[in-house]
């Protein structure tokens, strides 16, 4: 029984190994010489034929853009009220000169117990203000200062001949 399992662990071991055998390599060569001399005619398909171009006319290049957020409702303008007009005869402050996105809040500080701001203008001068101090192009009045921001009530026009008032916050971090 033994033997037989020797024979049978041999054969496919003989098998695997008259599989490597050598091959009629001089075939192969001789096969291979004869494909590099003449290798014969290269058939390409014709290319496929070209495709005509025809433009088309874009008729929406006046129309509002996808990519734009859609504009709201449009909603009446408030009238306003013609008693809140600014006092056009009141000296301007020098910060009034700028508008407000000019204009930098870079300290707050107490001055015999009142809040002061520091305000840069963009020529680089630091000026100090307190409570009551005008500031911006929309006629803003200082109405409060805390360490960190200044608070401003702008006048602005409507757009029907009245005036309203618009609360705006300066802080230190812009």
């Not at 075939?27 to 001399?37: I, M, Y």
């Not at 020529?123 to 203000?129: A, S």
Request: charged share 25%; net charge negative; glycine share 10%.
């Amino acid at each position: 029984m033994r033997n037989w399992l020797r024979m049978g662990g041999a054969l496919p071991v003989a098998l695997v190994l008259s599989a490597c055998g050598d091959p009629d390599l001089t075939g192969l060569e001789r096969e291979l010489a004869e494909l590099r001399a003449d290798p014969g005619a290269l058939t390409l398909e014709p290319l496929p034929p070209m495709p005509v171009y025809r433009s088309v006319d874009y008729r929406f290049a006046d129309a509002r853009s996808p990519f734009q957020a859609r504009l709201p409702e449009s909603r009446e303008l408030p009238a306003g009220d013609v008693d809140l007009a600014p006092d056009m005869a009141r000296p301007k402050d020098p910060l009034e000169a700028y508008h407000l996105d000019d204009l930098a809040l870079v300290g707050t500080l107490m001055v015999g117990g009142q809040p002061s701001a520091l305000v840069r203008a963009p020529t680089g001068n630091v000026h100090r203000l307190r409570v009551g101090d005008h500031m911006g192009s929309d006629f803003g009045r200082i109405v409060g200062i805390t360490q960190a921001s200044v608070q401003l009530v702008e006048i602005v026009p409507t757009g029907r001949g009245g005036w309203i008032e618009r609360s705006t916050l300066l802080t230190l971090d812009g």
